[in-house]
């Protein structure tokens, strides 16, 4: 698209919080759909397959074959049921039957402090984001294995007193347990730890969790056996004071890509950050330090080996020594940036709205095709479009194309007759399965019929209904600095569909990189990104879709001469539809301050009638972002369309103005995710 287009202690309370009143949530926090659909009203046992998230199973050490028990997968096989109280999830969770237990309200522990003492093969899952367990938690006691904890907020327990040395009000407490697998969850605000991996608890892995507001975050070991093997990677730990993790006499402890944040300018100062003591081996890599005191430290008798960590604005001890461990002796993983771990935890961990789906969606996927795709001819094809051309046309079920990791330099093209595909990279990163091509608006075709035009630019376009892409990169390198003789526009992925599902991609260009459409301006199209990344810097999430761009990450980039200028939305949205919605995501980049806008309005090819629609929520805003947002384009005045604000932070962020408008409380009731995606709640599948 052109850019001239004609076109206490908490901060410290002074009295307790009430057991049972919510905390507000960050702005890097999540927006759920409510409940599963058709979820009971009370505990029932489910007869369908099992969803997506009850089949999931852990990495790191959770996933090693070890003491009778091979990985963690909680209670797939077992029945799945839904809970709303607390008597039902006792009941469930203390069962000796494995069991998938969703939780689908907020439950309030009674007494206060009550910790359910959770049995063998269990799943305990949120319901979206309304799963929630107030002033309680769970206890895993000897010998309980295979138990899986996810998606669920556990919270505020807090009995008052900060350093609380009687009231042991655990959110996840485990004493001898082993395989246990605690991934995104929000834990906060609890009377003494957030959680406690006590007395030869082994073969743990805690992922994509926030643990926050608490005096102790994560304590590990208290026992003279050194036999724990434990991997922490992608936690966000904020605002805690002690045990970020404390580490005791840990046989084996793999820390990696965790975000640790002591908030400056609060009544909670953070005493020291990951500590290795006793006997402790501790690999430390890739992990994010702002402000802490003390970040790292260890005993004379304990090690630690970092790699590639960063420290910005800490003081005090920062150790390291001895002889550790490979962790890939035990099992595979695959290292984000250091420098994106800030910007990816907060837009990625805690409960996720889309981890919980329907069994229908399953039993899709159960009986989904799947075609492999290896550039080394080790798959059934060698290039993507080969395997979207093996799709039978008018596909009544779903189509998944594995893609090996690799470079694949090419066009792919999903057409509107081959519905229900996925394309889902292979690899343990986004990164690792990457398609890439360089065509721009102004690049001549082959045959000699004239340009590309910008649509046509796309590396990636996808017609087709119910479409999905995970765990990729789609890009589009064109080169500007070579080609300023030519229009420049290069999209990466381009959609014209409705039910677009993007969850775990990245999205990389420079003008025009995201370019949401429908099939025509009378058809409804709707995309949903979760997860990701969108890269570009100018107007570079562009289109007339209804389009959700949610729990990301949009990364601003310089230009191709270095210049720091250019637009992060040009919605084309026709009148009575919903635009771009960004929300729960962070906006920042290697740019100069106040440099980028918002967004401005494209009517696309001059056509008064459209009402471009972009609102920007609860997002982390760089300073990066004008302190007016919003602008103008081809004459069209932005204060004539919808564009607005609502509950932002970050240095980008601003109050209320003619220039910078905001929802109220009222208007943002109906300008939720669930508003943009209607009676559509998207499912991996």
Do not use: C
Request: net charge neutral; hydrophobic share 35%; proline share 3%.
């Amino acid at each position: 698209m052109s850019e001239t287009r004609s076109k206490a202690r908490h901060r410290r309370r002074k009295t307790a919080l009430a057991v049972g009143v919510p905390l507000a949530l960050s702005a890097a926090g999540v927006m759920g759909y409510g409940a599963l659909p058709g979820a009971q009203t009370r505990a029932a046992a489910a007869t369908t397959a099992a969803p997506v998230w009850a089949t999931a199973t852990a990495d790191g050490f959770a996933s090693v074959n070890a003491l009778g028990q091979n990985g963690t997968y909680g209670g797939r096989g077992g029945q799945i049921v839904t809970v709303k109280t607390l008597a039902d999830l006792e009941k469930y969770a203390t069962a000796s039957e494995p069991y998938v237990i969703v939780v689908a309200a907020t439950i309030t522990m009674d007494p206060v402090g009550k910790e359910i003492k959770v049995q063998s093969n269990k799943t305990i899952v949120g319901s979206g984001t309304s799963g929630q367990i107030v002033g309680g938690g769970f206890f895993l006691g000897t010998g309980v294995h295979n138990v899986i904890i996810r998606n669920l907020t556990i919270r505020d327990a807090y009995q008052g007193v900060w350093n609380d040395k009687e009231h042991d009000f655990d959110a996840i407490q485990m004493d001898g347990a082993h395989h246990v697998w605690i991934d995104h969850n929000d834990l906060r605000h609890m009377a003494d730890g957030l959680i406690d991996v006590r007395k030869d608890s082994t073969y743990v892995t805690v992922s994509w969790n926030k643990l926050s507001q608490d005096n102790k975050a994560f304590g590990i070991g208290w026992t003279e056996n050194v036999v724990t093997d434990i991997t922490i990677h992608h936690n966000w730990i904020r605002e805690t004071e002690q045990r970020n993790p404390s580490t005791d006499n840990a046989a084996h402890a793999h820390l990696y890509n965790n975000f640790l944040e002591d908030v400056a300018g609060t009544d909670i100062n953070s005493s020291y950050g990951n500590y290795s003591r006793g006997a402790t081996r501790m690999v430390l890599e890739n992990s994010y330090f702002q402000g802490f005191k003390n970040p790292v430290i260890k005993d004379s008798t304990a090690s630690i080996v970092q790699k590639g960590n960063t420290f910005v604005g800490t003081s005090g001890r920062n150790e390291s020594g001895g002889t550790a461990f490979d962790p890939t002796t035990y099992y595979a993983y695959t290292l984000d940036k250091t420098a994106d771990v800030p910007a990816l935890l907060k837009s990625g961990v805690g409960p996720r709205s889309s981890i919980g789906t329907t069994a229908t969606a399953s039993t899709k996927a159960a009986a989904a095709t799947t075609l492999t795709v290896a550039k080394d001819a080790s798959g059934q094809y060698s290039t993507v479009q080969a395997a979207v051309n093996a799709v039978p046309a008018n596909n009544a079920s779903r189509v998944v194309i594995s893609v090996k990791p690799g470079t694949y330099r090419e066009l792919v093209k999903v057409p509107s007759n081959k519905p229900h595909v996925t394309i889902q990279g292979s690899g343990g990163s986004r990164s690792d399965t990457v398609i890439v091509y360089n065509n721009a608006s102004g690049t001549p075709k082959p045959d000699g019929s004239g340009t590309y035009g910008t649509g046509g630019s796309a590396t990636v376009a996808v017609e087709a209904d119910d479409f999905q892409a995970r765990n990729l990169t789609i890009s589009n390198d064109f080169d500007e600095a070579s080609h300023q003789d030519i229009a420049n526009q290069a999209v990466a992925l381009r959609t014209a569909a409705d039910k677009v599902f993007l969850d775990g991609v990245i999205v990389s260009g420079d003008q025009d990189t995201l370019l949401v459409d429908t099939a025509a301006k009378e058809k409804l199209g709707r995309v949903y990104m979760t997860n990701s990344y969108v890269i570009g810097n100018v107007d570079f999430i562009f289109g007339r879709a209804t389009a959700v761009i949610d729990k990301s990450v949009i990364t601003l980039k310089k230009r191709w001469n270095g210049t720091s200028a250019g637009y992060v939305t040009a919605p084309s949205t026709a009148a009575g539809r919903k635009g771009i919605l960004i929300a729960n995501s962070t906006v920042n980049g290697d740019v100069s301050s106040a440099s980028f806008y918002l967004g401005r309005p494209w009517h696309a090819g001059g056509d008064a009638s459209l009402d471009p629609q972009t609102t920007v929520r609860n997002t982390s805003l760089s300073a990066a972002i004008k302190s007016t947002p919003w602008t103008d384009m081809s004459g069209f005045s932005w204060k004539d369309d919808r564009f607005a604000e609502y509950k932002n932070t970050g240095a980008g962020s601003g109050a209320a103005s003619s220039s910078r408008p905001q929802l109220t409380d009222a208007q943002a009731a109906g300008q939720e995710v669930a508003d943009w995606l209607g009676d559509w709640t998207p499912s991996p599948s």
